[in-house]
């Protein structure tokens, strides 16, 4: 593979801006490849180069891509003068983008034929054997279960009859996966989790990967727990508090949205430990921050004869900047999988997720060997 599609939902947002502005200073020399676990030294396997990647996607917003990166400039998420000199590239990008499905505007199966229809169009416009669907759209509440979700036969007559029931992110899935592409969820969003969509998927022969991009605050905690696990140190509580800002706490602010996140969150400590913890993770909206978040965490653990100690730290980062290499590393990763055979859920893939899909594992250091081991399988 040459070259392959990136379909970003959400592409003129944060992430898929950052994305797509670095894959294009990378190819054109203007900025290492940091942050890109796939191009680390010694990293195995035989992926589409970064300058392979071409852009496109779906979105519900009319700001163009060049601005959209001006604006990230100006927020320091990306160096100031590259959107000028990347600008005719960002365009070309800009020009790939179309409209996104906004619920309630008319039935879902036509939505999902035209969303197909636009990928199919990109894919042989650019001579593309592989498209990977990447959802880096802003986070839904968690669905409400239906047992029409439960048959790929049942939902797909439920559709054709006018139903409007699945949620944006699995409507996208949906038409990923009729499209004949790989899908990664970026969010925590339903996406590709229902049972019709994981038969789907096995139908057409496709991969997919998720839920929930590891970042910041949550790639710590399964960096650290496991070392209370492993040192025999009982984690008597685990609490944290995220302030952020920009669009991404803006939805946030919502609480059924915020539920879906603190719930994709506070798994990943229970799930290391083996056990529940008292103590959650709690997110406030703080307009002034823009595209910055800033994490704080409290820790009690208990030592040799009961001894009650203490941890706590603090994470500050912008999200777009850490999540932006995770999107171009896993689009390279699902398509080499796809051209492999793979189909359905990839767990090989947890390392970048607080929700992995198909495995309970979450400490870090066993996420990023089965990673390796993935690669060197997919070479």
Not at 246 to 253: F, K, P, Q, R, Y
Not at 278 to 284: A, V
Request: contains cysteine; hydrophobic residues 45%.
């Amino acid at each position: 593979m040459d070259k392959v599609g990136v379909w970003l939902i959400g592409a003129r947002g944060s992430v898929a801006t950052a994305a797509a502005a670095g894959a294009l200073a990378i190819r054109a020399g203007l900025a290492p490849s940091q942050g890109c676990v796939t191009e680390s030294s010694g990293f195995p396997g035989q992926l589409v180069p970064l300058a392979g990647l071409i852009f496109g996607g779906h979105d519900i917003t009319g700001i163009s891509l060049r601005k959209r990166a001006e604006q990230l400039s100006r927020a320091g998420v990306i160096p100031p003068d590259l959107p000028g000199l990347i600008a005719s590239d960002l365009d070309a990008a800009d020009a790939e983008i179309r409209p996104g499905h906004v619920p309630g505007d008319g039935g879902q199966a036509a939505a999902a034929a035209r969303l197909i229809g636009d990928i199919a169009d990109f894919r042989a416009r650019h001579r593309l054997a592989r498209v990977v669907v990447v959802n880096v759209s802003s986070t839904e509440p968690p669905a409400d279960p239906r047992p029409e979700f439960e048959r790929l036969a049942d939902l797909e007559e439920l559709l054709a009859t006018g139903g409007d029931v699945l949620p944006p992110s699995a409507l996208y899935a949906y038409a990923a996966f009729h499209a004949g592409c790989g899908y990664v969820e970026f969010t925590p969003s339903t996406g590709p989790t229902l049972p019709a969509l994981a038969e789907l998927a096995a139908l057409r022969e496709v991969p997919y990967a998720g839920r929930d991009g590891k970042t910041g605050e949550t790639l710590v905690k399964s960096a650290l727990a496991p070392m209370f696990a492993d040192r025999a140190l009982r984690v008597r509580s685990w609490s944290g508090l995220n302030l952020l800002g920009g669009g991404d706490g803006a939805t946030l602010s919502d609480p059924a949205t915020r539920s879906s996140k603190q719930l994709s969150k506070d798994q990943v400590v229970a799930g290391v430990l083996g056990e529940p913890v008292e103590g959650q993770t709690h997110i406030d909206y703080v307009p002034d921050l823009g595209e910055w978040k800033t994490a704080w965490d409290h820790v009690t653990f208990e030592g040799f004869l009961g001894v009650r100690m203490t941890l706590q730290f603090t994470w500050q980062g912008c999200d777009s900047a850490l999540a932006a290499p995770l999107v171009l590393d896993l689009a390279r990763l699902v398509a080499r999988a796809h051209e492999k055979g793979r189909r359905g859920a990839l767990p090989e893939l947890g390392y970048f997720f607080k929700n992995p899909l198909g495995t309970d594992e979450h400490a870090l250091a066993a996420q990023y060997a089965r990673l390796r081991a993935f690669a060197e399988e997919l070479s």
